[in-house]
């Protein structure tokens, strides 16, 4: 049984959309999987469950089918009023929530009441506001899990502090860009406000320059200013390949495609995403 100081927490986020959050959140998973750790995903980042289709599951919100599975105990209940009555009367209540994927790991789906729970939590006092999360981890996920991660909006709401807050460790996909450098130096300080305002050990654990290529000059300029930057913390670049997007709308990450399916960028990719799965894992048990 894990206990809540020994499991490892991540969280994705970056404030802006198609730089590979999600993306890679579900390699990260996969890949811990794969070196033995007991995975779950929390889908916050919105309604489209874009992370339950990386995995080939469809999510319908009425009862299940052969064609989809409906969400008995949502994720965004952990925010309401009654969350402490579910988890002291419901025994499997963890398991209600949580649906199993081919590669390994499992997931909880973002479900629509997600925009409703951040209007709520407007409502709650800042001493409990953005706790809600970091309680669900220690009640009941830390018993099951070694390593959760959270793939978090784009955007600083209640819902994503309450993800920070609960993960301390944050991964942050760029691809390249001066907009992106931008976003990342302003992500660096809005977390140190955000730990100062929290009275949380909150900072970036891992920057991962994807949609990289090396016949872009653009790419090339990107990864060396965040390697000199933040070289600590850096990891190794994903490659852009269209692997990614066709085997995702297939329903599964790259780790679960054979090596002949794959163009040598794919293979790159699945590579990198490796590496960078062992530098996190490596730094979080550091910390």
């Known amino acids: 049984m894990m206990t809540s100081s020994e499991i490892k927490r991540i969280a994705t986020y970056v404030e802006k959309g198609g730089v590979g959050k999600t993306t890679s959140a579900a390699h990260i998973a996969v890949a811990a999987h794969n070196r033995g750790h ?13 992370l339950a289709t990386h995995f080939g599951l469809s999510i319908v919100d009425e009862e299940a089918t052969d064609d989809g599975v409906s969400i008995d105990a949502p994720i965004s209940a952990v925010f309401g009023d009654d969350w402490a009555f579910l988890r002291d009367n419901i025994d499997d209540l963890l398991d209600r929530m949580t649906f199993p994927t081919d590669e390994g790991p499992d997931l909880i ?49 209640n819902i994503a502090l309450n993800g920070l807050f609960a993960a301390r460790n944050v991964v942050a996909p760029l691809k390249p860009g001066a907009f992106e450098r931008d976003q990342l130096q302003k992500l660096d300080a809005t ?17 991962i320059p994807t949609i990289i290529s090396s016949q872009e000059t653009l790419s090339e300029s990107f990864v060396e200013y965040v390697t000199e930057e933040y070289p ?9 390949t269209a692997d990614i997007g066709n085997n995702q709308n297939a329903g599964r990450t790259l780790f679960a495609v054979p090596d002949d399916e794959l163009y040598a960028t794919g293979k790159r990719a699945r590579e990198a995403y490796s590496a960078n799965t062992e530098q996190l894992l490596s730094r979080l048990t550091d910390r």
Request: hydrophobic fraction near 40%; avoid cysteine.
């Open 191 to 207: 977390l140190e406000e955000i730990s100062a305002d929290l009275d949380v050990d909150l900072g970036l654990a891992l920057i």
């Open 109 to 157: 789906p973002a479900d629509p009441g997600l925009g409703g729970a951040d209007n709520n939590l407007a409502n709650v006092p800042l001493e409990e506001r953005y706790q809600k999360l970091d309680g669900f981890v220690e009640d009941l996920v830390a018993d099951k899990y070694d390593l959760v991660i959270f793939d978090l909006p784009g955007k600083e709401d």
């Open 232 to 240: 600590e913390i850096v990891g190794e670049p994903v490659t852009k």
């Open 38 to 50: 007991e995975v779950l995903l929390v889908d916050l980042a919105g309604t489209q469950n874009d």
